[in-house]
């Protein structure tokens, strides 16, 4: 019986911990986006993000990776400025489990169960893209997933996220 609820509870810490990065992307429509070549970090407003060090350093290289496949160079005169912000929740989630029938008398007999308890860290990381020229906000994309402590997985899942989001910049082009 404990046996069962071990596995079990082993398989949902597994599913959840590979659950997927959804995201969801926002721009202005009347941009034309094939302007733009060049970009740079925007360190004021990375600054400000309450986050480790370490975890900025993680996000800044897994971004400068993704834009540098796209064919974006970083530059001090930036066509582009990239920002980023994060936020996180803990959320606790409650799995009934119900055992069956038991057999006897006094506290043996009818229908027996328990539940188990998971926990998990639902991140969020938005990334805006910037016009430098104009100093205007032109896109932004938003991934929402489950972040994990573990030091070793950290740099993977910082980097999936980043991907994520990255991969929907620029836009495609809307059919007229």
């Known amino acids: ?9 082993f398989l949902l810490v597994l599913l959840t911990a590979c659950s997927s990065i959804s995201v969801n992307t926002d721009y202005d429509k009347k941009i034309d986006f094939k302007s733009y070549k060049t970009y740079a970090f925007y360190k004021t407003g990375i600054d400000k993000v ?3 060090d370490l975890d900025k350093k993680r996000i800044l290289n897994s971004i400068d990776e993704a834009m ?11 066509d582009l400025l990239i920002n980023f912000n994060t936020k996180s929740e803990k959320n606790i989630s409650v799995s009934p489990y119900y055992g069956g029938w038991g057999f006897g008398y006094g506290w043996n007999s009818g ?7 998971y926990s998990s860290i639902e991140g969020v990381l938005t990334i805006d893209i910037i016009d430098a020229a104009k100093k205007e906000l032109i896109w932004q994309g938003e991934g929402v997933g489950i972040l994990t402590k573990n030091v070793d997985e950290k740099e993977a899942t910082i980097k999936k996220f980043v991907t994520k989001i990255v991969a929907q910049f620029p836009p495609l082009e809307q059919k007229k």
């Not at 019986?1 to 509870?9: F, G, H, P």
């Not at 496949?69 to 005169?77: A, I, M, Q, R, V």
């Open 1 to 9: 019986m404990k046996k069962n609820v071990a596995y079990i509870t």
């Open 50 to 52: 309450e986050i480790s």
């Open 68 to 78: 540098t496949l796209k064919g974006f160079t970083k530059s001090e005169k930036p």
């Open 111 to 117: 229908y027996y169960g328990n539940a188990s308890v």
